[in-house]
């Protein structure tokens, strides 16, 4: 009886250990942050993110984008993101307070997409590398998405919204290629990844 006795608090204490750890904790170091406001202009920082670019976020998670791509740059002592262009500054927990769950990410396979939308901000690259990545980047590993376009017959007029394709990647004599609504919403998601903003306790660097 007695080592079950023991057993049991050992069991109960680790639980406790790890949920203070865990959740308690960082709840009381991060769980009360705001935005920042600037007091100039009044905006806020993060800004709260709506309308398309919210639903393109739901076909980024759908997609499985999260399995490839990051949106978090660690210290500059840590890693060359700044370097690479891929943010001014490092990300830090007030950063995502709008996003729910957080886009962190896996694994880098692809570029670190936190600052995406500053650094490649045109929607019509977003639409030509999302369905035919190579066409962009010729040594890119990054699987076509063409399931989020349509390659439909033109009539009449050509459609404001079609992809300037090229060579091999160029539809067929007489069609053309569009973005379906949900590309247009993962486009508009990724355009509005932005972080180049300070915060007290990430200044701009």
Request: glycine share 8%; hydrophobic share 35%.
């Amino acid at each position: 009886m007695n080592r079950l006795t023991t057993l049991f608090i050992g069991f109960f204490a680790t639980f406790l250990t790890a949920w203070l750890g865990l959740v308690i904790i960082p709840y009381f170091q991060f769980g009360q942050l705001e935005p920042q406001v600037d007091p100039d202009t009044g905006d806020q920082y993060p800004a709260f993110r709506t309308g398309l670019a919210e639903r393109g976020k739901q076909v980024y998670q759908a997609n499985g984008c999260i399995y490839c791509h990051t949106q978090q740059i660690r210290p500059a002592d840590l890693e060359e993101g700044h370097n690479r262009g891929w943010g001014a500054r490092r990300t830090v927990p007030r950063d995502y307070l709008f996003d729910r769950p957080p886009q962190l990410g896996t694994m880098r396979t692809g570029p670190d997409l936190t600052n995406v939308g500053v650094r490649l901000n045109d929607a019509a690259w977003h639409h030509e590398h999302l369905y035919a990545p190579q066409s962009k980047s010729p040594w890119s590993t990054m699987s076509p998405f063409r399931h989020l376009y349509r390659v439909v017959k033109i009539q009449g007029e050509p459609s404001p919204k079609a992809l300037k394709l090229a060579g091999d990647f160029a539809p067929p004599e007489g069609y053309e290629v569009v973005p379906t609504p949900e590309a247009e919403a993962l486009v508009a998601y990724l355009l509005s990844l932005n972080r180049n903003y300070a915060l007290p306790e990430a200044p701009l660097e």
